[in-house]
């Protein structure tokens, strides 16, 4: 729209000078251009965003937390460096930009108010073991070993101490909850059968990866350039999760560390569910392409690597199934929701909708919590709230 009115106006402008130059009057030619230079609408460059149109911010309020209005943001690339090896390299072509885009959001952002104590991640956070049997988490343990060998995994039910099709459900489950952060992020159980008639054992197939098609034949064993390709993904996945972590700031609090993560996938991952791989963390940090599952499973793992504590939720918006994270912070437990955060930027109040959130308010925003661990914190303000 302001680009539409801005070369209607310059061709305006420019017909006028052409026209009163050949005419003899170039003086008020230039008069008018003037005048219509200083009507024209400025970029959005030119002014920072105020959250009221037509108000702009003052200094004063910009300066300080909590801000009334967004404030200005300067982004610095990183620091050169000598690559390690090739798969740094390409993690570094891939997630720089977000990591410099949120090193430079953090620093502006950062809020002295929070406690720095943290609580190390949990891979039980969630309940995935909770309910699970010793012969489920002999299971669970044979199927994350597998696939981090990319290889078939099968059980004859004859032998398995137990309700083989209910372990199945029950260690699907365990995985969709994280048991694995790192395995459950790019691959799923797909049996082969599940006690088809007559039929003595159910086999589980490879834990194939979401880049590859899960309808191939189920016999089908992965071809050596498969496994090089896999391998290398999963490489530069840990690479990249890896390579965020280094780059956070010492010394933030425990939220603004929360916040340094959330910011980077918010910089880096754009919402599309056209793609294979939306649904992993491969999809959100290698891709930059994902819907809510490789969201929360992405910023999982970057909890994971930096040994904060973390949790999957789910719930039911409208109707359709949504999946978003909890974190612990000294005041209790808070929802996280990086998809829905990510309809604007990471310094706009609009952003920190989304952002530490107690259940009452996520339910009053439209969450339609369902499952997972439940908030205990009441409130923690934002930069944009008083304490």
Sequence with gaps: MKKSVLRSAAALAAAIILAFTLSGCAQLAEDILRALESALPVTESETPYTGDEGTEATPEVSE????????????????????TDDIEREASEI????????????????????SDISYPFDGEAG????????????????ITAAASRYETFSIDAADF???????????????LAGADPFVSSYTEIMPVSVFPMGATETKYTRLYSYFFDPYKDPNEKLSDGDVSKLSHDMA??????????????????????YYYLAAVLSEHVMYDDRRPDCF??????????AVCEGYSLAYYLLCKEANLWCALRC??????????????????????DVTWCDVDTPVTRKWYDNFVKNDEYFNDNGHAITSGVSS????????????
């Design 95 to 114: 997630i720089d930009g977000a990591i410099a885009s949120a090193l430079a959001c953090t620093k502006v952002m950062k809020d002295g108010r929070h």
């Design 236 to 257: 530069l996945l840990d690479r990249i999760i890896k390579r965020v972590v280094r780059f956070m700031p010492e010394g933030l609090s425990t939220y603004d560390q």
């Design 315 to 336: 719930g039911l918006p409208e109707g359709t199934g949504h999946q978003w994270n909890m974190i612990k912070l000294d005041s209790g437990i808070y929802n996280v």
């Design 64 to 83: 300080g937390i909590p801000y009334e209005y967004s404030p200005d943001v300067t982004v610095e690339p990183l620091p050169s460096e000598d690559f």
């Design 127 to 142: 309940g995935a073991f909770s309910e699970l049997t010793d012969e489920e988490v002999k299971l669970l343990n044979n």
């Design 161 to 175: 101490n137990g309700d083989l099709k209910k372990s199945y459900f029950n260690v699907s489950t365990a995985l």
């Design 280 to 289: 992993s963390a491969f999809g959100a940090l290698v891709e930059g392409r």
């Design 376 to 387: 205990t914190g009441t409130r923690e303000p934002s930069p944009y709230e008083d304490s």
